[in-house]
């Protein structure tokens, strides 16, 4: 039953990813509070999915030449060094700060999809 429920978190997610919401957005609630994962476990999980996923994207990215190639060493570098640090933030941090920070995260992205649906888009306004 375990594996089942893993296979169809993971099925979710993915396909959550795929529509643009971020499937760790969903992923690693389920995983947490379902199948009694640590928050740093869910995360790393989570990050472990999103490489795979990246790179197919960037690949169709590229084929449908939507990359800019002039600015990559500024998106690169500094996301390296960003997950570094926060892989290194991530050893020291207790999981239950975690889930906290995380959660809270969850509600203000929630509270800014909320507020952004109230404004209309100016550039569809004639």
Known sequence: MQIFKTCLFGFLGGVLGGMGMGGGTVLI??????????????QAVNLLSFIPMAVVALIFHFKNKLVRKENLLFMIIPACVFSVGGAILCQVVK????????????????????????????????
């Open 95 to 126: 999981s239950e700060l975690l889930s906290r920070i995380f959660g809270g995260f969850l509600i203000a992205l929630s509270i800014l999809q909320f507020l952004s649906l109230k404004k209309p888009n100016k550039k569809n306004k004639k």
């Open 29 to 42: 609630p389920l995983i947490t509070i379902f199948l009694g994962f640590e928050q740093k476990t869910a």
